[in-house]
C-alpha cells in the first residue's frame, strides 16, 4: 500500500490563490512526503498540452507518481478528454463517479451507457477508468459496482472502493482484485491517527497486502494546513510499524 492525497483537500487554498498546483506538488512531497498524488479536475488553472506536461515533470522531478486523475465531468458531454489529459499528465487512471441517485427508472441504464462509451475511449488511449463508489450515487454499495461491472463487461473498468467498503468484502471477493486504487475521507485531522483513534488502525488494516494507493484526503478543504501535515504523518509512522510487525510474523 502507498499513500497518496488528492488536491481536494486543499480546495481553498487552490482558489483563492494560496496555493498553485504546482506548490500543492511541492507540498506533498517535501512536507507531507507522500508516494503520490491524485489531481482533481476541479483545480486546473488550463489544461493545454504544455501546462500538463510542465505539472508531469515537476511530479517527475519531486519523486511523485501520478496516481490518478479525478474527472468529475467524466460521464457528461466531451468527458473523455479527461482521459487525453490523463495521457498528458502520466497518470494511469481516470477516477469517476456514478450519476446520483434519481427516480427516473432510466437513470440506470443511462449510467450504464455513459460509462460503456467512456471506457471504449479509455481502451483506445490505454488509460484505466476507476468508478469511485459513493453516498447518494447509484454505485453507493459494492453490489452497485458488481452490478455495473457486470452490465458493462469492459476490462477498462475497474473500481475505487473506499477502504470502508474494503474491508466489509472476503478476502476471495472478486472486486477486490478490481480495485485499483481505494480511498479514504477523514473528518477529523487533529485526532485521526493519534494514540486514542481506532479509524487509521482500521484503514491500515483493511488494506494489509494491497499494493495499490490509496488516497487520504480530509472533509474540511479549508482546514488547518499543520493539521493535516500531522495527521498524514502520523499515518505514515503506524504504516511502518506495521511494515515491520509483518516482516516478523511467522508464515
Known amino acids: 500500500m502507498k499513500i497518496a492525497s488528492s488536491s481536494a483537500s486543499f480546495a481553498r487554498a487552490l482558489a483563492d490563490g494560496g496555493l498553485t498546483q504546482l506548490e500543492w506538488l511541492d507540498l506533498c512531497a517535501s512536507e507531507l512526503e507522500l508516494d503520490g498524488v491524485v489531481f482533481d479536475s476541479r483545480h486546473f488553472p488550463r489544461s493545454d498540452g504544455d501546462y500538463l506536461a510542465q505539472l508531469k515533470k515537476t511530479a517527475t522531478d519531486l519523486g511523485l507518481t501520478p496516481a490518478g486523475l479525478v474527472a468529475h465531468d467524466g460521464l457528461e458531454a466531451g468527458g473523455s478528454g479527461r482521459l487525453d489529459d490523463a495521457l498528458a499528465l502520466g497518470v494511469p487512471l481516470v477516477i469517476v463517479d456514478a450519476p446520483g441517485v434519481r427516480e427516473d427508472p432510466a437513470a440506470w441504464a443511462g449510467c450504464v451507457g455513459a460509462l460503456g462509451q467512456l471506457a471504449a475511449a479509455a481502451k483506445q488511449r490505454n488509460v484505466t477508468l476507476a468508478l469511485r463508489n459513493g453516498p447518494a450515487t447509484l454505485c453507493a ?77 480530509r472533509v474540511d478543504a479549508s482546514g488547518v494546513r499543520a493539521a493535516f501535515h500531522d495527521a498524514i504523518a502520523r499515518l505514515q509512522g503506524l504504516k511502518a510499524d506495521d511494515d515491520r510487525t509483518a516482516v516478523f510474523q511467522p508464515r
Open 141 to 217: 454499495s459494492p453490489a452497485d459496482c458488481k452490478r455495473l461491472l457486470k452490465d458493462i463487461d469492459s476490462a477498462w473498468l475497474r473500481v475505487a472502493l473506499d477502504a470502508t467498503s474494503l474491508s466489509a468484502l472476503d478476502k476471495a471477493d472478486d472486486l477486490i482484485a478490481k480495485t485499483v486504487i481505494a480511498t479514504h475521507l477523514v473528518t477529523d485531522m487533529a485526532t485521526f491517527a493519534t494514540a486514542g483513534d481506532s479509524e487509521a488502525r482500521r484503514l491500515l488494516a483493511s488494506l494489509r497486502g494491497f499494493r495499490g494507493f490509496v488516497c487520504v484526503d
